[in-house]
T-cell receptor, first 111, second 113 residues
Framework: AQSVTQLGSHVSVSEGALVLLRCNYS??????LFWYVQYPNQGLQLLLK??????LVKGINGFEAEFKKSETSFHLTKPSAHMSDAAEYFC?????????FGTGTSLTVIP | KAGVTQTPRYLIKTRGQQVTLSCSPI?????VSWYQQTPGQGLQFLFE???????NKGNFPGRFSGRQFSNSRSEMNVSTLELGDSALYLC????????????FGPGTRLTVL
């Protein structure tokens, strides 16, 4: 069965510091990979997605992620954290006829 | 373009009752998916409808059902409500399905007493 693992349910970074949110998936076949963000009391918004092709994917708000097949990882990064980045981040994968979310990582940005 | 809308935004029901939630997708989107979000289980995929047909289904009991109309609007029904059904129910629409970008609505907060 497909699964998505997000390491670290809570991550704190200082404003201006690097943001790194980790995501690993389990699949023998590369799936379609996504990162979504959820702000308090709101629905989810797509940050970026990987389908095929270039393994470094750029998304909105300065975020990017790199698909590493050998490590089955799709970590999310942002060079410089902003206060507005504080939110819940979800890695997700679709494979076959299912859609799986990770358990989420809550990002706190410290001024 | 208007976003995905869900009604109602909040619902309170008692055990044993049934409930119907509504989702209006972005104009032109033919796929509507439903998700349940709880603190304990996180985000879980319920099902996906495309052009009025259920195309994919998650691992939920038959008490959870849905349908999609010709205008792509979708409804989700939960029968014989249990306390554990208390959750935020999110719907999302996309052009082609689960591999496409999904646009999420704000959700319906269901509380079962």
């Amino acid at each position: 069965a497909q699964s998505v693992t997000q390491l670290g349910s809570h991550v704190s970074v200082s404003e201006g510091a690097l943001v790194l949110l980790r995501c690993n998936y389990s699949s023998s076949v590369p799936p379609y990979l996504f990162w979504y963000v959820q702000y308090p009391n709101q629905g989810l918004q797509l940050l970026l997605k990987y389908t095929t092709g270039a393994t470094l994917v750029k998304g909105i708000n300065g975020f990017e992620a790199e698909f590493k097949k050998s490590e089955t990882s799709f970590h999310l990064t942002k060079p410089s954290a902003h206060m507005s980045d504080a939110a819940e981040y979800f890695c997700a994968v679709t494979h076959g006829n299912q859609f799986y979310f990770g358990t989420g990582t809550s990002l706190t940005v410290i001024p | 373009k208007a976003g995905v809308t869900q009604t109602p935004r909040y619902l309170i029901k008692t055990r044993g009752q049934q409930v119907t939630l509504s989702c209006s997708p972005i104009s032109g989107h033919r796929s509507v998916s439903w998700y349940q979000q709880t603190p304990g289980q996180g985000l879980q995929f319920l099902f996906e409808y495309f052009s009025e047909t259920q195309r994919n289904k998650g691992n939920f009991p038959g008490r959870f059902s849905g349908r999609q109309f010709s205008n792509s609007r979708s409804e989700m029904n939960v029968s014989t409500l249990e306390l554990g059904d208390s959750a935020l129910y999110l719907c999302a629409s996309s052009l082609g399905g689960l591999r496409d970008t999904q646009y999420f609505g704000p959700g319906t907060r269901l509380t079962v007493l």
